[in-house]
């Protein structure tokens, strides 16, 4: 606490609200969260609002809390009201900053109606983001059983939407069916069977891999020298261990000889495991190579497209995809993560990625640039103090690789705001960075849908143009 510790003043308030026997500790603890809040600690904020609600501090009474209270507003406590709405803003500033339990209670007290007007359509966007924000583990281990029942193309879909989000162990098990699947179509028929596989039957001492989910692991220089009966070309894949003790996986797929390979039981197909104990990894930046094109030629052959929206908070990308989504605007919340809409535009299906603007998030852009076919980026065209940063970030977005030779679309919404500027100063705005580029300006308002479908016609376009 001398020290001014943000996590210390938080447990010291979680300490004084749980032995609080009146209004004096309660207090107490209250003043020990704002300390902490102050100096940026979020768990604290969101403690703020459960103790806005009565929270005693235990864990066990936090689930039945917004339930409790509800029933002490119905009979018509006006301090109650009050104090849903001081505990709505606790919440939402945690939940702005990425606090996903305070985003859940967002949603609860909308859901509700405490303090606030009901709106299912912002509890619904709440909890789906809340949702969307859970430990990738269980997905991975749903996606391990669909293939070990015998799913190939189950399995395939469910690891091709892990590897969209970047997790390289589904980008190394989609790829891997993938070209096994392209080798069983390119099999002229009456050739012998191929039932072998690159994946060995059994999992080094002491690596990943459990019962039927074994990988190989790459064998050292050394190691391989001393066993000349290992061919160069075996496909091997390699651990990396992460400074914070997780492992993951590189994968390098090239063909191994056809004799070369082990034969393959149902018992040793393999499939790569998550780490030992559930714990996740963080994803690579970059997808595995042939991962990445496997990919791509996939959507393609289904006439489907991956866009990726970018902009500065508030300059109204959620609002664009609802109003294009046909969606109620009325009730929109800043975007915590990212909100998914599949849109169908021309015979193409869109998967749009709405990433939210916020400063502490653009660090984190860089996560969703995989497989990406189209990027749209959202200006405030009435924000004019704002204009030099959102062609900073535009032109800094640009110069990533993995958005080269892609089209660009740029949204200047909010046209019909009296202050918002003309299309022709955003296009001399953003025209210096988007130099050499495939771009396209459009004046729009996500408020009454103009200029939305011209731009989207325009993407399209585009993409059907790249194939």
């Known amino acids: 606490e001398k020290r001014g510790d943000a996590a210390a003043l938080d447990g010291l308030g979680l300490l004084e609200l749980r032995r609080a026997a009146g209004r004096k500790e309660r207090d107490a603890a209250a003043g020990y969260f704002r300390r902490a809040s102050e100096k940026g600690f979020m768990d604290a904020l969101y403690h703020l609002g459960l103790y806005q609600l009565g929270w005693d ?10 339930d409790g209270f509800a029933r002490r507003l119905a009979r018509q406590e006006r301090r109650s009201r009050k104090d849903a709405q001081k505990a709505l803003q606790f919440f939402s500033l945690a939940a702005q900053n990425g606090h996903v339990r305070a985003l859940h209670k967002v949603g609860r007290l909308y859901a509700r109606a405490l303090g606030v007007r009901r709106s299912c359509d912002v509890a619904a966007n709440a909890y789906k983001t809340v949702a969307e924000r ?24 469910a690891y091709a939407r892990l590897a ?5 162990v589904a980008q190394a098990n989609a790829a ?3 070209d096994r699947a392209a080798r069983a179509a390119r099999r002229c028929p009456g050739d012998a069977v191929d039932t072998t596989s690159e ?8 690596r990943l891999g459990r019962r039927g989910h074994q990988i190989r692991v790459a064998e050292s220089p050394r190691r391989r020298r001393e066993d000349s009966s290992s061919p160069p070309g075996t496909t091997s894949r390699l651990l990396r261990t992460h400074a914070h003790g997780t492992r993951s996986i590189r994968g390098r797929c090239d063909r191994a000889p056809r004799e070369a390979r082990p034969a393959r039981t149902r018992e040793t197909r393999a499939v790569a495991s998550p780490p030992s104990r559930g714990r996740p990894f963080t994803p690579s930046p970059r997808p595995h190579p042939r991962a990445q094109t496997l990919l791509r030629k996939l959507k393609r052959s289904d006439n489907e497209a991956r866009i990726l929206v970018l902009g500065l908070d508030n300059s109204g990308k959620t609002t664009i995809l609802k109003k294009l989504s046909e969606e109620d605007i009325s009730h929109i919340m800043p975007t915590q993560g990212f909100n998914i809409k599949s849109l169908m535009q021309d015979g193409f299906k869109l998967n749009v990625w709405d990433i939210g603007g916020q400063k502490s998030i653009r660090p984190y852009w860089r996560n969703y640039f995989d497989q990406t076919d189209a990027l749209v980026y959202v200006i405030d065209a009435a924000d004019h103090r704002r204009m030099e940063e959102t ?10 690789a993995k958005l080269a030779d892609i089209p660009v679309l740029v949204y200047g919404n909010k046209s019909d705001l009296m202050n918002a500027m003309e ?25 009454t849908g103009k200029g939305l479908q011209d731009g989207m016609e325009w993407l ?4 059907n143009k790249g194939e």
Do not use: T
Not at 57 to 66: I, K, S
Not at 460 to 463: E, K, P, R, S
């Open 423 to 447: 299309q022709c100063e955003i296009e001399e705005s953003v025209a210096p960075v988007l130099k050499g580029r495939n771009y396209f300006v459009v004046e729009c308002s996500a408020k």
């Open 176 to 178: 891997w069916l993938l």
């Open 134 to 157: 859970g430990p990738w583990v269980a997905q991975l281990a749903e996606a391990h059983a669909v293939y070990a029942r015998g799913d190939v193309d189950g399995a395939r879909r």
């Open 460 to 463: 399209v376009d585009q993409i």
């Open 199 to 206: 994946r060995p039957s059994s999992a080094p001492r002491g």
């Open 391 to 400: 062609s900073m970030e535009l032109g800094q977005l640009v110069d990533e």
């Open 57 to 66: 501090g235990r864990p066990e009474a936090e689930l039945a809390l917004v």
């Open 164 to 168: 969209e989000a970047g997790y390289e």
